[in-house]
């Protein structure tokens, strides 16, 4: 999909699709680093896609976001989900919804090399 294309698309759908694509590049992340059961490596995962975890992380790269990456937090942070937080704060909920949604543009456009270090500085930052 064009970037152009990918820009228009609703944040909360850009947010569905990068909660799925940052929960696989974790859970890949933890299958290279350890040799552990499941159950462990679920439990190490669950810390870096929480939305305190994920909150923290985008404030911490919100810097490092190109205009159009700020442009689609935004939208994402201002947008009602239909979901309340559970085990977060309203104000890191939709920071959490911000970075996936980020995340979910990035995939959806095709920025292999881009999406690729927004993930890894988040799962640096949200610890």
Not at 88 to 97: F, I, R
Not at 111 to 126: G, H, P, T, V
Request: hydrophobic letters at 40%; proline letters at 2%; one cysteine or more.
């Amino acid at each position: 999909m064009t970037e152009a294309k990918a820009v228009q698309l609703n944040p909360l759908t850009l947010a569905f699709v990068g909660d799925g694509v940052y929960e696989l590049f974790v859970r890949t992340h933890a299958v290279e680093i350890m040799d552990v059961k499941a159950s462990k490596m679920n439990a190490y995962c669950r810390d870096f896609v929480k939305a305190t975890s994920q909150a923290k992380a985008y404030r911490a790269i919100e810097s490092e976001l190109t205009e159009i990456e700020r442009g689609v937090a935004h939208r994402a942070r201002n947008s009602h989900p239909y979901n309340k937080a559970k085990n977060a704060s309203g104000a890191d909920y939709m920071h959490a919804t911000a970075l996936e949604a980020v995340i979910g543009y990035l995939y959806v456009s095709e920025q292999s090399e881009r999406l690729a270090y927004i993930q890894k500085r988040a799962m640096e930052e949200s610890i």
